[in-house]
């Protein structure tokens, strides 16, 4: 099967054949030649089998070799890394025409974007908050749309999104074709899809047999706890096999923190979190694609915007809040037909919400295996070489000052390299002077009291949010 077989016009299959696309994927199989045909679309697949070409080709190809300048296609995304993602993938297909696609999405200047819609793009990939500005600052008119995409549907019809998008809606004309695709598309959001559609096909890519979760990523789930989680990641990055690996953590201050500690422990680690600039952002994810660093620590914001072919590792740092999130965080790896491995971490405290993943995903694993760092069936189950440590290169850590208070005061557990209270796990305390007396920080304030003598400073720390 090629995607001439399935009526995708020549210069759109050379276009994908020169990034070495010749066969389409079975969501793309089923929902380019029903797309082709005007209808409306619920597209449902494992994440990472091509569902962006299973909507992006039918559209590109109905608005012609040489279409009329102005947005005629609007695909609306939940975060700004599958906005750009979307758009580059777009662009690929659009290689041999004149068809051009705008990115536009929040964290940029309004400048860039609007000169490109000005210009006429006929495709826009975008995040509802920025398109609802342009569109209120009259900078961008919908009402000549003729196709519209929900992609991770499942999201964007979720409560958090749901105003914006249906605000978008409004703007754009009833006769559109609109597509939804996602990975997991539960029966409720389903139902409301169908009130923006008209007598939608629903399409199933999944084998009958199949299990939720991808049969060619190895799933292990382990019981860790936080003193020694450190330590078993820095094993686990010394693999056997081991290529670009996305470590997942539940919030901003906490992929900050493990990123920090996976540099100082010598590995080739970068950060990506909503407290992060755009450009930052940008630059994590092209060091991540580009290879320069092979370890990406992020937030849920990545779970849905990474689409880099040669991840061979996911590790969810922390359990995600339900078995969506986690279905979306480990299709971060064995994409575009490769395998991979999926390693999750539950603490104690988080058992019952792993009881409930386990339950909706059928893992048959209850409860997870007790594991430490020098557990033999970690070296066993991830193929690391026996006696390896989870660090490469000694602390650059500046050493504590005599006569500081040692507690271990790593905000995240600490790790078992023993340096305890270093300045990105936690406040030091100062060391003691004579006369000097010291108060114990408050109970949630985040706050240590320090003596006048030492131009009392305060750090207050922000509020942590995935």
Not at 166 to 175: I, K, Q, S, V, W
Not at 342 to 359: C, Y
């Amino acid at each position: 099967m090629t995607f001439r077989d399935l009526g995708i016009d020549q210069d759109i299959a050379d276009a994908l054949a020169a990034k070495g696309i010749t066969e389409p994927f079975p969501i793309q199989e089923q929902a380019i030649p029903v797309a082709l045909t005007g209808q409306d679309v619920i597209g449902q697949a494992k994440t990472g089998t091509g569902k962006t070409f299973g909507f992006g080709l039918p559209l590109i190809q109905i608005l012609g070799p040489n279409p009329a300048l102005g947005a005629q296609a609007l695909v609306v995304v939940p975060t700004r890394e599958l906005c750009i993602q979307v758009a580059e993938d777009l662009k690929l297909a659009t290689a041999n025409r004149p068809t051009m696609v705008a990115a536009i999405y929040g964290g940029k200047a309004y400048e860039g974007q609007v000169a490109e819609i000005e210009a006429g793009a006929q495709i826009l990939v975008g995040t509802p908050g920025r398109l609802i500005d342009l569109s209120k600052q009259k900078k961008l008119d919908l009402g000549n749309i003729r196709f519209m995409v929900l992609d991770e549907a499942d999201e964007m019809l979720d409560l958090g999104f749901l105003p914006d998008v249906e605000r978008l809606f409004a703007y754009t004309p009833d006769g559109r074709q609109t597509m939804l695709f996602s990975a997991t598309m539960p029966g409720a959001i389903v139902t409301m899809a169908r009130k923006y559609q008209n007598k939608p096909v629903h399409i199933r890519a999944n084998e009958p047999d199949e299990g939720h979760t991808k049969a060619d990523i190895k799933q292990f789930i382990y019981r860790a706890h936080s003193l020694d989680k450190d330590e078993v990641v820095g094993r686990i990055l010394q693999a056997e096999g081991r290529g670009k690996t996305v470590i997942f953590c539940k919030t901003k201050r906490q992929a900050s923190k493990v990123s920090e500690e996976l540099i100082d422990r010598g590995f080739n680690a970068t950060a990506l979190h909503g407290d992060m600039s755009q450009e930052a952002r940008e630059k994590s994810m092209a060091a991540f694609r580009s290879g320069k660093r092979d370890i990406l620590v992020a937030t849920e914001v990545a779970a849905r915007g990474i689409d880099v072919d040669d991840v061979t590792h996911v590790i969810n740092y922390t359990v995600p809040e339900d078995e969506k999130a986690l279905l979306h965080r480990v299709g971060r790896t064995g994409r575009a037909g490769r395998t991979g491995i999926a390693v999750t971490f539950v603490d104690w405290e988080d058992l019952t919400r792993w009881k409930h993943i386990n339950d909706a995903l059928q893992f048959g694993q209850p409860e997870p295996t007790e594991t430490y760092s020098s557990s033999a069936h970690l070296f066993e189950d991830l193929n690391i070489a026996p006696g390896t440590k989870g660090r490469i290169r000694a602390s650059t850590m500046v050493p504590k000052t005599a006569g500081s208070n040692d507690r271990g005061g790593n905000s995240r557990g600490g790790s078992s390299s023993g340096r305890g209270g270093n300045s990105r796990g936690g406040d030091k305390k100062p060391a003691q002077r004579s006369g000097s007396t010291e108060k114990k920080p408050e109970h949630g304030t985040g706050e240590h009291k320090r003596p006048a003598s030492n131009r009392q400073r305060t750090r207050t720390r922000r509020s942590s949010d995935s």
